[in-house]
């Protein structure tokens, strides 16, 4: 037997439900190699992050043999394991395109075993049942909107701001639907709780968006923080629920300034070009306030970038919201920051 961890389970449910399509097992070593080294999948299509399995050591399993999965102390499905393998520090290094060991997705991959196994898995039905699947989200747009053609989806991991609204009403603008998929699996303490962000984007679905034109549902699975890889990997995920373009804004999964602020947009522009991933970019310039256009606004719509820009500051969010104190209105609206708020403080962020 296997006993999962919970990224592992939700890595299962993604493999049983298509949404991690072509992909429907764990990797075999030769799989792994090729995302790790070249980005694609050995059918050369295009595949960014590995999905393998760890086990405590690889002697203890045996090649073409059925193995029970457990999570949580139960049964949840099995794995023929047609591979066992060990992975190295230089292919980590090679997929965060960082060697430093303090980067959260670097540190999260260290806590994990080396030994891997991969091969077909199977899974109890009940519990897919009520999961993301592939092209669930054209059926959902189907049963509130029959117009809804075009869809845009919209990656997050944080409480939503004036930034991220701005994006999300051009997608609107361009497209007939809009489907906000925050990130719910693990992310890195500091973070915005999964209490947080789902609470801010009922608020502001139920409130300011149009009902028949938007639909909200959490994305079961962790954070890399791999920037540009990881910005492919959630443009892939997305096309196989359903979607015909997704927003890459800046930094896109990012973390502090181990990646250029437009590399995930490089990176996806690239891939596309050369082997059409299949859904539409958009592909869209950093939002900021600005004092003398008085309006969130882009480096495309307004002259003053060096001169009467002022960013939309996370950090500045964040100690308002630990001080239960209202952010300016310019970044976040005050209904949102209320829903923080109400929270209370040791609610919003994560703490580990
Ligand atoms: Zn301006």
Not at 61 to 73: E, M
Not at 90 to 98: A, D, F, G, L, T
Not at 139 to 144: M, P
Not at 269 to 282: E, F, Q, R, W
């Amino acid at each position: 037997m296997i006993n999962l961890t919970t990224e592992n389970f939700l890595d299962l449910k993604y493999l049983a439900t298509k949404v991690f399509s072509p992909i429907s097992g764990f990797m075999v070593y030769d799989e792994y190699i090729k995302v790790v080294e070249e980005m694609q999948l050995l059918d050369k299509s295009i595949w960014t992050i590995p999905i393998t399995l760890e086990v405590d050591n690889i002697k203890n399993y045996t090649v073409n043999k059925n193995y029970d999965l457990y999570y949580n102390n139960s049964l949840v499905g099995k794995i023929h394991i047609r591979d066992k393998f060990i992975i190295d520090d230089e292919q980590i290094y090679e997929i965060y395109q960082s060697k430093d060991h303090e980067h959260p997705g670097i540190k999260k991959e260290k806590l994990r075993s080396s030994h891997r196994v991969g091969g077909e898995i199977e899974i109890k039905e009940e519990l897919i049942k009520n999961s993301l699947y592939k092209n669930i989200v054209k059926h959902e747009f189907a049963l509130i909107n029959q117009k809804v053609q075009t869809i845009a989806g919209f990656q997050t991991r944080n409480a939503i701001h004036k930034a991220h609204e701005y994006l999300q009403r051009l997608a609107l603008e361009i497209c007939d639907g809009l489907f906000i998929n925050p990130l719910i699996g693990w992310k890195k303490k500091g973070d915005f709780t999964q209490e947080a962000v789902m609470g801010s984007y009922n608020k502001m679905s139920n409130e300011f968006y149009p009902k028949n034109r938007v639909f909200l549902r959490g994305l079961e699975t962790r954070m890399y923080y791999a920037g540009p890889r990881e910005a492919v990997f959630h443009a892939l995920l997305r096309r196989n629920m359903g979607c015909t373009h997704f927003i890459i804004g800046r930094d896109h999964a990012g973390v502090k300034d181990y990646y250029g602020i437009y590399q995930a947009q490089e990176l996806a522009k690239k891939l596309d070009k050369k082997y059409d991933l299949g859904i539409k970019l958009l592909l869209f310039k950093e939002p900021y306030y600005c004092i003398k256009c008085k309006q969130i606004v882009t480096q495309n719509t307004c002259d003053h970038y060096d001169t009467f820009r002022v960013a939309i500051s996370g950090t500045e969010i964040r100690n308002a919201l630990q001080n239960g104190i209202i952010p300016d209105e310019k970044f976040m609206r005050k209904e949102i920051s209320e829903v923080l708020i109400s929270l209370g403080k040791d609610n919003i962020f994560i703490r580990e």
